[in-house]
């Protein structure tokens, strides 16, 4: 079993930073890729940010040139580094990973985070 724990969210001002931690744990060998999801009031789930275990990353252009994402393979943790954080970057963010193979080389398609509070305010 993959289970993820993020850590990181609260509360900060405009203009602020946060960074937001995620650690797969597990017998884990590999994970293809790691990412952030993030959920507003009255909207659907949207990416983030994503990274391969390569380093190849993509970002949503709502906050491409502000968030930075990284991951860690020996610790199996992904980060999403966050700086000049507005007010629409409230919402719950979620941990994901896409493309986890574990114990045995059995295939893990998916898993998710219980996701993580971010609140951009003065």
């Known amino acids: 079993q993959v289970q993820l724990v993020e850590s990181g969210g609260g509360l900060v001002q405009p203009g602020g930073s946060l960074r937001l931690s995620c650690a797969a744990s597990g017998s884990i060998s590999i994970i293809v890729k790691m990412g952030w999801y993030r959920q507003a009031p009255g909207k659907q789930r949207e990416l983030v940010a994503t990274?391969?275990?390569?380093?190849?990353?993509n970002y949503s252009d709502s906050v491409k040139g502000r968030f930075t994402i990284s991951r860690d393979n020996a610790k199996n943790t992904v980060y999403l580094q966050m700086n000049s954080l507005k007010p629409e970057d409230t919402a719950i963010y979620y941990c994901?990973?896409?493309?986890?193979?574990?114990?045995?080389?059995?295939?893990?398609?998916?898993?998710w985070g219980q996701g993580t509070q971010v609140t951009v305010s003065s």
């Open positions: 994901n990973t896409d493309g986890t193979v574990v114990a045995g080389g059995e295939f893990v398609k998916e898993n």
């Open positions: 990274i391969t275990r390569s380093g190849n990353t």
